[in-house]
């Protein structure tokens, strides 16, 4: 999962560039009917998938 620290820089394959980016691609997804999204993060220099569901409402 994501820990505190851990830098979100894609969702969906989408870079994003803070907050605002990640909440507007979460809402995307679900809106497009996503289960859930994938998330690039970076950790300790090293970068890593992360899929977490999205909750619809």
């Known amino acids: ?8 820089t ?3 394959s989408t870079e994003v560039n803070g907050t605002e980016d990640v909440a507007k691609a979460m809402a995307d997804a679900v809106k497009s009917g996503r289960k859930a999204v994938l998330m690039q993060i970076t950790r300790d220099d090293s970068n890593r998938f992360v899929a977490l569901p999205v909750a619809k409402g």
């Open 1 to 8: 999962g994501i820990q505190p620290g851990d830098v979100i």
């Open 10 to 12: 894609s969702v969906n």
